[in-house]
């Protein structure tokens, strides 16, 4: 019970140190963010659209947005939420294409329980996991928190000031007080070494 409540409250960390590793272009870390939402959002555009082929194209692209945007995420919302925004987006576009289309019977616009079923459901990431999952999860977490204890101090409290405090760089040069440019310098270093740390993790077995 004790190592699984530990887990559990190193999930916000652990989510975040990933956001900031995918932002610095680590694309194992990018999927490791969307490994636990997948599944759910796939089956939520598979329900959407009734057409499987269909549904696993508007992930695909929604993927490629999300990977492309993702420099401007800040986690006003957990990953897997702003994910399901972007699939619910893309999904509205290929609706809105799909009933333009002069040899296709238009879906119903109307329909409250298709729109009720629109919104992004609360909790993408908490589907149960498998026990494979939950161990892998259970490692990135300590994984994680190891980079980070490992870090130099100027490092770390540069890393955890931008992802965790949302201090801009100007913000956290005036605390640490260095020019910005060593605050920059300081958080892709640290993003960086976490990124290495995490690559046999991320690595297929």
Request: charge should be negative.
């Amino acid at each position: 019970m004790t190592r699984t409540s530990s887990a559990k409250g190193h999930e916000p960390r652990a989510e975040e140190a990933l956001i900031a590793a995918a932002q610095g272009g680590d694309r194992a870390a990018f999927e490791a963010l969307v490994l636990p939402c997948q599944n759910a959002i796939l089956r939520w555009l598979t329900r959407l659209t009734q057409d499987r082929p269909a549904a696993e194209e508007l992930f695909q692209e929604s993927l490629f947005k999300a990977y492309i945007a993702l420099s401007g995420f800040r986690g006003e919302s957990s990953f897997a939420t702003w994910l399901s925004r972007i699939a619910r987006n893309t999904f509205l576009a290929w609706r809105k294409a799909l009933q333009q289309r002069p040899d296709t019977v238009p879906m119903s616009t109307g329909d409250e329980e298709l729109d009720a079923a629109l919104e992004p459901a609360d909790g993408w990431s908490h589907h149960p996991p498998t026990p494979e999952e939950q161990l892998w999860q259970q490692e990135l977490a300590g994984a994680i928190q190891k980079s980070l204890d490992a870090l130099p101090e100027s490092l770390r409290e540069a890393f955890e000031q931008r992802e965790q405090g949302g201090l801009s760089y100007a913000e956290i040069a005036q605390l640490q007080q260095v020019p910005v440019g060593t605050v920059r310098s300081r958080i892709h270093r640290a993003r960086e070494a976490i990124a290495q740390d995490l690559k046999h993790l991320m690595e297929p077995a």
